[in-house]
């Protein structure tokens, strides 16, 4: 394999599940940006970890989601159920806070970086193990009646709350769930990279993200994996003068898709469609 | 104690930048009915803007000001449509979508002024711009030039926009339909048409406040948007979305503590304590202290 | 304000409009003519806010017109309506609660600002508690007297033809009858109106002419004396 194509994979399946991340929230109309600060905060941890303290991947791996999890918790329970405008400035000032703190911090290495994270055998395998398991999880989720009932928040906020679920709880249970995933990116991509800088962890991630969610149809979990290869990979085969300007194209696309089909190019019906046709009659609509 | 008094000035100064900034964004949001977040950004974008017309006509500032404000009002009425495009297609969680429209945008002005202008560098306002000439000084108290301009003509743009919003035909039209947009509509108030109208008043704010900014920070940088666009968004949550009058107060709060920190501790130290500060805040009443919409 | 006197100032003709699956209204035509208060009768859901609304511009019809001095009102925008010389004032008055009396009556005129002293004293001389309260906010007045400022902005924009969409609705009953005394006196001024009620004997003593609204399709019509004495109209809607 060569290494270009090992670097696609790998990142490909990062911005997955970084996008998942998102998506998860956003059943209930929430942008939980928050995800990205924990992706810095995680990764960092688990990257000093690894080199100064001499931990096993495995074990940065389980501290990525607890520490994830625990963080995108206990914020939760403040924001749980507040509206989206609140959930994205949260969000966004964690993503500043850490920065400013992992900048002025020598012990993280700065502005100049971290450097030295130690290499891990196998972990392209580990990373997709990860994204199946991950979007493994996703998928019965959106199948439960949970699932549905936060996919009617899109349609009828009022009827999704009258069908009995707990708006707080169920906001809560999705946003620590894309806090463990933004952990695991985190990690993951600190060690396939093998160093960390802080300007990776900001706006820049939050756009391309945002961009993959939408392009490819914020109403399925599949809308992701359609996206984020192609907009990932597409700019690589560009020269790099070109490929300088890929949040700008990000930044167009994600306006484009917003004003001319908002439910970006997996649809639901699409996903029906699909399923029918796979698997003959389904029992229920997903 | 000097250096208190001497930041509580600068605070005002910067709190009525801020508060410039809110009333914009409520401005869009009560009567364009959408949240633009990258409102500040637009207006840093204008910052350069006027810085290259300034440097390419020699430091002309009656030429500079006209740019920004131009760039300003340009940006916001040429982005009007699609916003609109977006509120009017679907129902129910329309205003998300302006939201990450706004998102959208910011992040294009973001990465083009990290780019394409200045290759990436922060740009500096010649001293006379600036206006950073010591106007009186009282010991360690020094009240700029640049200063008194801030305050005067924010609090003048703050008296003019509450003066057009209660004294005018189309202040009445905006009241109208930031109270019940349907009934304003029956009333014959062409919503559409007045909402973009509200783009360009916002836009001519954005204008005066990328003056403002210019004559009191003497530069800018491309990440200077996101960080007042953070900190605006923050205070319009808390004193609670579409609070007109909220979000004069807060702003005001906002500058004078972020001015008081930067007195005491140092540079990005200080932001991240206005930011804590903003977080706790905002965690503990998440729809925001004095209530709002939504 | 009357010109000439009996003409159809409004015509419907066979309209149909549908919410969604809903049809709300199926090929109902009407009539109004200057000079004249008509009334639309009809229960919860029959289809008289639907009528009005659509003449107004806010609901797009699938069948049929809308004709105003014989133009075609139907695909216009609210606004060029309005403009055009019709007003209405909607169920539950509509006046914006958080804005000033004079603000509200104000907005009435908001397409045409001239002569704003003369219509303001026009307003004050029908309803001189409005001028009394002039700069208090509409949310401090009574229900009558919100009623009162409903109507007054109408007068506000010089209509031709002023529509009322439930005028009795949440009165008192003197306030009710002040009212129709009110409406009873501008139409002797010249005024003509179109007005929808459940409160059927009231409403119908003050008209001309009125039709029966069921289920979206008129089922009666005639002059106001003929639908008092009408058995179904008595049984049906004379309550209250």
């Known amino acids: ?286 | 104690m000097e250096v208190f008094v001497a930041q509580v000035i600068n605070g005002l100064a910067l709190g009525s930048i801020y508060v410039l900034l809110v009333t914009g964004f409520n401005l869009l949001l009560l009567v364009a009915l959408i949240i633009h977040f990258s409102f500040p950004q637009v207006v840093v974008f204008s910052m350069y803007i006027s810085w290259i017309v300034l440097k390419a006509t020699g430091n002309n500032m009656l030429l500079g000001f006209l740019a920004g404000v131009g760039s300003s009002v340009l940006i916001c009425v040429a982005t009007a449509p699609l916003f609109q495009r977006a509120t009017r297609k679907r129902r129910g969680v329309d205003i998300n979508t302006t939201m990450v429209i706004s998102l959208g945008i910011g992040m294009i002005i973001t990465e083009l002024l990290s780019h394409e202008f200045n290759e990436g560098f922060p740009i500096a306002f010649p001293e006379n711009v600036a206006g950073r000439k010591a106007l009186v000084q009282f010991g360690l108290i020094s009240i700029s030039e640049g200063q008194v301009y801030a305050l005067a003509a924010g609090g003048v743009a703050v008296l003019a926009f509450f003066l057009i919003l209660y004294r005018t035909r189309m202040g009445r039209a905006f009241r109208a339909i930031a109270e019940d947009p349907q009934n304003a509509r029956l009333t014959g108030i062409p919503v559409l048409k007045t909402g973009i109208l509200s783009y360009a008043l916002t836009g001519l704010l954005g204008g005066i406040t990328a003056l403002l900014l210019s004559i009191l920070l003497g530069s800018a940088s491309a990440g200077l948007g996101e960080s007042v666009a953070l900190k605006v968004l923050a205070v319009s949550i808390i004193a609670g979305l579409g609070n007109l009058k909220g979000g004069l107060i807060i702003g005001i709060l906002l500058g004078v503590l972020e001015a008081l920190t930067q007195g005491y501790l140092s540079g990005s130290w200080s932001n991240a304590v206005v930011f804590g500060v903003m977080l706790i805040v905002i965690l503990i009443k998440p729809k925001g202290v004095f209530g709002g919409r939504l | 304000m009357v010109r000439n006197d009996g003409k159809p100032i409004l015509k419907i003709k066979d309209l149909s409009v549908s919410y969604g699956h809903i049809n709300a209204l199926k090929h109902v035509a009407m009539d109004v003519n200057e000079g004249e208060i008509v009334v639309l009768i009809g229960s919860n859901g029959a289809g008289k806010t639907t009528v009005l609304e659509t003449v107004l511009g806010l609901n797009r019809p699938d069948t049929g017109d809308v004709l105003f001095r014989g133009k075609s009102l139907v695909r216009k925008p609210v606004d060029s309506i309005v403009r055009s010389g019709l007003f209405l004032v909607p169920e539950g008055r509509g006046d914006f609660s958080s804005m000033s009396v004079s603000d509200n009556l104000l907005l009435g005129a908001h397409h045409n600002m001239g002569d704003t002293e003369d219509k303001f004293r026009l307003v004050y001389d029908a309803f001189p508690v409005l001028e009394e309260r002039k700069n208090q906010v509409a949310s401090t007045l009574s229900g009558g007297e919100r009623q009162m400022l409903a109507i007054g902005r109408a007068l506000m924009s010089s209509p031709e033809l002023i529509m009322i969409d439930e005028p009795s609705l949440g009165l008192a009953p003197l306030a009710v009858k002040g009212i129709f005394d009110i409406l009873a006196r501008l139409n002797s001024e010249g005024y003509t109106i179109l007005l929808s009620e459940q409160n059927a004997y009231k409403a119908l003593k003050c008209a001309h002419r009125g039709y029966v609204l069921e289920t979206g399709t008129v089922a009666l019509s005639g002059s106001a004396e003929e639908l008092l004495g009408k058995e179904r109209v008595r049984e049906a809607y004379l309550g209250a």
């Open chain 1, 1 to 286: 394999m060569s290494l270009a194509f090992y670097y696609f994979l790998s990142i490909t399946a990062i911005y997955i599940l970084m996008s998942w991340a998102l998506y998860l929230p956003y059943r209930v109309g929430q942008l939980h940006f928050m995800s990205i600060a924990n992706m810095a905060i995680c990764g960092y941890f688990g990257a000093y970890a690894a080199k100064s303290w001499g931990w096993p991947f495995a074990l940065v791996l389980l501290a990525a989601v607890g520490i994830g999890g625990a963080v995108a918790f206990i914020t939760s329970l403040a924001i749980g159920d507040a509206p989206c405008f609140t959930v994205v400035i949260v969000g966004f000032t964690y993503i500043f806070l850490i920065k400013t703190v992992i900048e002025n911090w020598d012990l993280l290495g700065g502005t100049m970086g971290f450097f030295g994270i130690p290499r891990v055998k196998g972990l392209l395998l580990i990373t997709y193990s990860i994204v199946f398991g991950a979007g493994f999880l996703i998928h019965r989720f959106d199948r439960s009646a949970l699932g549905r009932a936060a996919s009617a928040f899109f349609v009828d906020r009022d009827l999704a709350k009258s069908s009995g679920v707990d708006i707080k709880k169920l906001g809560m249970l999705l946003q620590t769930f894309s806090g463990i995933l933004g952990g695991l990116c985190g990690v993951l991509y600190g060690f396939l990279m093998n160093n960390l800088f802080p300007e990776f962890f900001t706006f820049g991630m939050v756009g391309t993200c945002m961009t993959m969610l939408f392009v490819g149809g914020y109403t399925t979990m599949w809308g992701v994996l359609v996206s984020a290869p192609l907009l990932w990979g597409i700019p690589l085969l560009f020269p790099p003068e070109i490929a300088s300007w890929r949040i700008i194209i990000y930044g167009v696309l994600l306006i484009a898709v917003l004003v001319i089909k908002p439910e970006g190019i997996i649809t639901r019906k699409l996903v029906y469609n699909a399923k029918k046709k796979l698997f003959g009659r389904t029992k229920r609509t997903s």
